[in-house]
Nanobody, 119 residues
Framework: QVQLVESGGGLVQAGGSLRLSCAAS????????MGWYRQAPGKQRELVAA???????NYADSVKGRFTISRDNAKNTVYLQMNSLKPEDTAVYYC?????????????WGQGTQVTVSS
């Protein structure tokens, strides 16, 4: 099986920074896309940023210029550097990964990490 474990969430003041990490482990042959989603109370889960194995990235308009997604393919880890945080960035952040195993290719999700930005 495959597991994704996130870390790096917490409480920060507006204007501050946080760095999230998500490490995939298990019977992994390869990983294509990796990404971060977030879900605020009462709202739908939304894409924050995604990155392909070759390095191509995609960002939500609301985080462009403030957040940076990156990955270490050797470590099967994806990162999200979040700068100039705003109270509206408060949410539970989930990572995902499209993983190829001996059995199939499917998307796996982390358990979520809380990010709270105070004004």
């Amino acid at each position: 099986q495959v597991q994704l474990v996130e870390s790096g969430g917490g409480l920060v003041q507006a204007g501050g920074s946080l760095r999230l990490s998500c490490a995939a482990s298990g019977s992994i042959l390869s990983i294509n896309a990796m990404g971060w989603y977030r879900q605020a109370p009462g709202k739908q889960r939304e894409l924050v940023a995604a990155i392909l194995s070759g390095g191509s990235t995609n960002y939500a308009d609301s985080v462009k210029g403030r957040f940076t997604i990156s990955r270490d393919n050797a470590k099967n880890t994806v990162y999200l550097q979040m700068n100039s945080l705003k109270p509206e960035d408060t949410a539970v952040y989930y990572c995902n990964a499209d993983v190829r195993t001996m059995v199939n290719i499917r998307r796996y999700w982390g358990q979520g990490t809380q990010v709270t930005v105070s004004s």
